[in-house]
């Protein structure tokens, strides 16, 4: 929720902290990932990375307050810096629940 606090009106969380969210396994990491509008004027800091994108999201999921992104779009945003192969396919190939969306 911090995260989200300092992106701004709009962000939303991705990478593995929303993994986690849709009940798929991934290395736990101190750092969220946030994407924000691309005309956003912050900067990363502390636990936050930000990701500016002209492409939000249409579809979102929330749990309480939190906003964050779909599955599909945590999986290509958590393994987009992954150098290994194995690794890829681990977060790939995880199953999981799934929640409700908006």
Known sequence: MA???YAGDGSLVTGPAALR?????TELTE???VLVPA???RRDTGFVK???TTRMPERIWEAGPVRYVTSARA?????RG????RD???VVRTPYSGASAR
């Open 50 to 52: 930000l990701h500016r």
């Open 75 to 79: 999986v290509a945003d958590s393994v």
């Open 39 to 41: 005309a956003r004027q």
């Open 82 to 85: 992954m150098t290994s192969l």
């Open 21 to 25: 969210s849709h009940d798929i396994r």
């Open 3 to 5: 995260a989200l606090l």
């Open 88 to 90: 890829v396919r681990a």
């Open 31 to 33: 750092i969220v990932d």
